[in-house]
């Protein structure tokens, strides 16, 4: 009888496995399509020199349109698209894209913006990579010095010397590297002083509760110290509110990047918002 009990479990627990994994091959074999048939788009979001307010640059962030009008947000096909290995070409085809819109946009006059385009960690550990994109920025014409490729603390710092390999190649294109998420990861302080970051990226959960008591301002504080040191930019992730703006400006966080600053938007109405108010 136990053993009866314990089959059908045994059975019941392989069911709901089968599912699961026929969804995500499912769902790979969408992902696969949609690349091919270039139905992924990207959208911008302006970044804002605080001091100014003025646009100084963009992130490309992607976006997976479905046929009744709504998008599946990166957070739910990224993970997949990496265990798969697709981000690979998926990746490629955002650098190529992003720094392509650059381009047109440049040509048209602005040039005084730069593009950060997200970079996976299957895509970090490339040793090809640097070549990969001095490619694509050729071909799009974009000096090397406008693009930022933003990495997270643990793609960053689960393989150290390939990251130091890799971002002095890139560094030594005129390409710079962001610590994304900066805060939530692991960030090793002594490897980070050895590598070349152009860019902090101060997580949006150090944001959130800003004004906030002293705990939370010595956070950002120490964030803006670190990067003072590493001769790099301190970037406010997910600005919601006047007050968190003020805030991070006081504690001389020198650029923002948020939903009151702008929302993530397609090219077209990137460019009428941003670039040609
Ligand atoms: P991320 O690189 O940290 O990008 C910032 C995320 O915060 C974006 O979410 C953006 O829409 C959102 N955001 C910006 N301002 C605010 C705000 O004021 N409040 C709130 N609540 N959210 C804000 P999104 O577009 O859903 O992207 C999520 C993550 O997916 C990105 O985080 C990045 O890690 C990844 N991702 C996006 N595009 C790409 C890509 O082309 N390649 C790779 N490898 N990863 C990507
Ligand atoms: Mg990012
Ligand atoms: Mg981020
Ligand atoms: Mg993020």
């Given at each position: 009888?136990?053993k009866?009990v314990g089959k059908?479990q045994c059975c019941f627990y392989?069911e709901e496995?089968t599912?699961?994994?026929?969804?995500?091959?499912h769902?790979r074999?969408r992902?696969?399509?949609?690349?091919?048939?270039?139905e992924?788009?990207?959208?911008?979001q302006p970044?804002?020199?605080?001091?100014?307010?003025?646009?100084?640059g963009?992130e490309?962030l992607l976006?997976?349109p479905q046929?009744?009008g709504?998008?599946?947000?990166p957070?739910?096909f990224?993970?997949?698209?990496?265990s798969?290995?697709l981000i690979?070409p998926?990746?490629?085809w955002?650098?190529r894209e992003?720094?392509?819109?650059?381009?047109?946009w440049?040509?048209?006059?602005s040039?005084?913006?730069?593009?950060?385009?997200?970079?996976s960690?299957r895509q970090w550990?490339?040793p090809?990579?640097?070549e990969q994109?001095?490619?694509?920025l050729?071909?799009?014409?974009?000096?090397?010095?406008?693009?930022v490729l933003?990495v997270t603390?643990?793609v960053l710092?689960?393989?150290?010397?390939g990251a130091?390999?890799?971002?002095?190649?890139?560094?030594s294109?005129?390409?710079?590297?962001?610590?994304?998420?900066?805060?939530?990861g692991?960030?090793?302080?002594r490897?980070?002083?050895?590598?070349?970051?152009?860019q902090?990226?101060?997580d949006?959960s150090?944001v959130?509760?800003?004004?906030?008591?002293?705990?939370d301002q010595?956070?950002?504080?120490?964030?803006?110290t670190?990067?003072r040191?590493l001769?790099a930019?301190?970037?406010?992730?997910?600005?919601?509110t006047?007050g968190q703006l003020?805030a991070l400006?006081?504690?001389?966080?020198?650029?923002?990047?948020?939903?009151l600053l702008?929302?993530?938007?397609g090219?077209?109405?990137?460019e009428?918002r941003h670039?040609?108010?």
């Amino acid at each position: 009888q136990a053993k009866a009990v314990g089959k059908g479990q045994c059975c019941f627990y392989e069911e709901e496995m089968t599912r699961a994994a026929q969804e995500k091959l499912h769902l790979r074999g969408r992902l696969a399509q949609a690349l091919e048939r270039e139905e992924f788009r990207l959208h911008y979001q302006p970044q804002v020199d605080l001091g100014t307010g003025r646009v100084i640059g963009l992130e490309a962030l992607l976006r997976w349109p479905q046929p009744d009008g709504s998008w599946t947000p990166p957070g739910q096909f990224i993970p997949l698209a990496e265990s798969s290995g697709l981000i690979v070409p998926l990746g490629a085809w955002v650098l190529r894209e992003a720094c392509a819109q650059l381009g047109r946009w440049r040509e048209r006059g602005s040039l005084g913006v730069d593009l950060s385009v997200n970079v996976s960690a299957r895509q970090w550990e490339d040793p090809s990579f640097p070549e990969q994109v001095r490619r694509v920025l050729g071909e799009a014409g974009l000096p090397p010095e406008r693009l930022v490729l933003e990495v997270t603390e643990s793609v960053l710092f689960s393989n150290p010397q390939g990251a130091r390999r890799l971002a002095q190649g890139l560094a030594s294109l005129g390409v710079r590297v962001a610590v994304d998420d900066y805060g939530t990861g692991f960030s090793n302080l002594r490897q980070l002083q050895h590598l070349p970051i152009g860019q902090l990226k101060l997580d949006r959960s150090f944001v959130q509760p800003l004004p906030g008591g002293d705990k939370d301002q010595a956070l950002v504080r120490s964030a803006v110290t670190l990067a003072r040191g590493l001769n790099a930019a301190v970037v406010g992730e997910g600005i919601e509110t006047e007050g968190q703006l003020t805030a991070l400006r006081r504690l001389g966080c020198t650029v923002g990047q948020g939903f009151l600053l702008g929302r993530p938007v397609g090219a077209e109405e990137f460019e009428a918002r941003h670039l040609r108010p």
